[in-house]
């Protein structure tokens, strides 16, 4: 059997997540048992909501357990398998961690997926047409429910679950609005993605500046919104938000490390008659596959191009992950492990 | 025509609402016209929404003219008509404002509603069968979606909307649990309201003691919220929401005078998964009739039974209602204008 390098929780993050908080293990593979799967992985996906779970806090998620294997999806190759239900060669997602293979038992449901890549490649299945796309998918459809010539704002707009947003709000009728970091990035978002207009945060030091920009951007108020980040965008989405708005919450990433960052005017809900409704989209299984159908078809048709961020090697994770924290990566932070 | 004293907003408030903010005006009625009825108001309806109208801000009510009579729910009885659907002595309820007579053209479709006063007393259309219980009604039916052995919180428990809705959460088979100020009121809602449980805000300094005693109080969690407060109570109340859990933003009184209450932890929104949502009961006229039905029926069967504080005569609106806003009231407050 292969040896198998990984990624542990070494111990928990004091404030900000540092590249100490883990570690490099090397161990070789197991021997299959009946039922069970190798799978060598060719990608494994880097996703915010990993911050959360490195904390020992009261969560949605269970937190990440010290001393094993950081979890994380990732696609890859059968290799060996004592599972009639999977082949050598066969491709496929599963949530394998960050390491270089897995162990799986593939009669457990869901706990891997045999993918298509005649006309998808690889990759995509853990942005576009993975759990960042589905996620961008029911914060549209199923809480916001846009209406055509509405519109629409996404932070972290240039991110996996931002790209999938612009072109399912795109081909929904919407005036489309990102909010990104830099110049390059809403260049992108302009140019390649869609948007209709992309404000840069780093311009704006505070809610009130961010606020007139939004202004500007969305002439005739926000209709919905996608949380990713929480902190003064939100502040400043909420003084724009039309009545009857809806915002789909997903993310904070700005409170995941250290103090929680505070909601300066709650009673915006009330005075525009506000939705605002956090959700986590493994627990609407339900939708998954109408939600990969329309991603997948805007992936094949190339309407939905989204950009990746690729860290070479295990050892990279770390590094690379703390670095899409801080909005370093440009597009779907991947690591390719071979 | 009789001579009409009239409460005038005669400037706007800086910081708190005072008295001086008011002015008390002498007029004569004027000459009925064709269509217009002359109604004589028993009680005048005093409510926190009118201190958001106050101010000149952006808010979802068109600020309160200066210079003009206050707004605000009347009941009385039709003293003189030139409209063939009301006949002297028809008890009405319209938004009269803080007068002792208004006229209004009984023709325009919802100024003016016949009030049947058989089985329920004049005064209850202000309150449990009025504005506040039909509020009650929609954040709890359409907002909350309440099920049977669920736990429900309200703030404000022993105003009209706090009455209203134990008395429709009990109905659907929840454990209720008021949050008010003071022993006398948490003796009153578990005594006569049917709470099943009633907090003292006013003997917990911070948000922090006040989620401990939520958690004694509601053991499996809280699944709805009918917030009429914002501020520390919020707070508390989302660090006992359970997953899934509703709230309905009906009022934010606490931030209401001076600087807006920030909300310390969104990430709970997400954390959570949690639905809120904000609302005003007089953008959803539909609702009333199936609403005003079930509260007539709890108020007539006296298994709502909600209390009243009355000032006497038109020159004590003002005092009253500032005492509502700093929760002096207890139950309803109105005025009593002869």
Redesign the interface.
């Given at each position: 059997m292969p040896q198998n390098k990984q990624i542990h929780l070494d111990n928990r993050p004091v404030g900000q997540a540092v590249v100490s908080n883990f570690k490099l293990v090397i161990s070789d593979t197991p021997a299959l048992q009946d039922a069970q799967v190798l799978v060598r992985h060719h990608f494994l996906s880097l996703d915010p909501y990993m911050r959360g779970r490195m904390n020992d806090a009261?969560?949605?998620a269970v937190p990440q357990a010290l001393g094993q294997t950081m979890g994380g999806g990732t696609v890859g190759e059968v290799v060996g398998s004592k599972n009639t239900k999977f082949a050598v060669g066969d491709k496929v997602v599963g949530m394998g961690g960050w390491q270089q293979y897995s162990v799986v038992d593939g009669d457990q449901p869901g706990a891997l997926r045999k993918l298509d890549t005649s006309h998808i490649p690889l990759s995509a299945y853990l942005g576009a047409v993975g759990m960042p796309g589905v996620t961008a998918w029911y914060g549209l459809v199923k809480i916001i429910e846009p209406k055509v010539g509405e519109t629409m704002v996404v932070s972290a707009a240039t991110g996996a679950v931002g790209s999938a947003f612009a072109a399912l709000s795109k081909a929904r009728g919407c005036r489309t609005v990102g909010i990104a970091g830099g110049p390059a990035k809403c260049k992108y978002a302009l140019e390649e993605l869609g948007f209709d207009a992309c404000i840069d945060y780093k311009l704006h030091p505070d809610a009130p500046s961010l606020s007139k920009a939004l202004k500007d951007a969305c002439p005739t108020g926000i209709d919905g919104y996608f949380e990713n980040v929480?902190g003064m965008v939100?502040d400043a989405v909420l003084s724009r938000m039309n009545?009857f708005g809806r915002i789909a919450?997903?993310?904070?990433i700005a409170?995941y490390d250290g103090a929680?960052?505070?909601?300066?005017?709650?009673?915006l809900?009330?005075?525009?008659?506000?939705?605002?409704?956090?959700?986590?989209v493994s627990?609407h299984m339900e939708i998954w596959p109408e939600a990969l159908k329309e991603l997948g078809s805007l992936v094949a048709t190339a309407k939905l191009r989204a950009r990746e961020s690729i860290a070479q090697g295990i050892e990279a994770a770390p590094e690379a992950f703390l670095g899409l924290l801080k909005g370093k990566n440009f597009g779907k932070q991947l690591v390719k492990l071979f």
């Open positions: 009261k969560s949605y929480g939100l009545a919450v997903c993310g904070m409170g929680p960052l505070p909601l300066a005017y709650p009673a809900i009330l005075m525009s008659r506000l939705k605002l409704q956090g959700f986590i627990e």
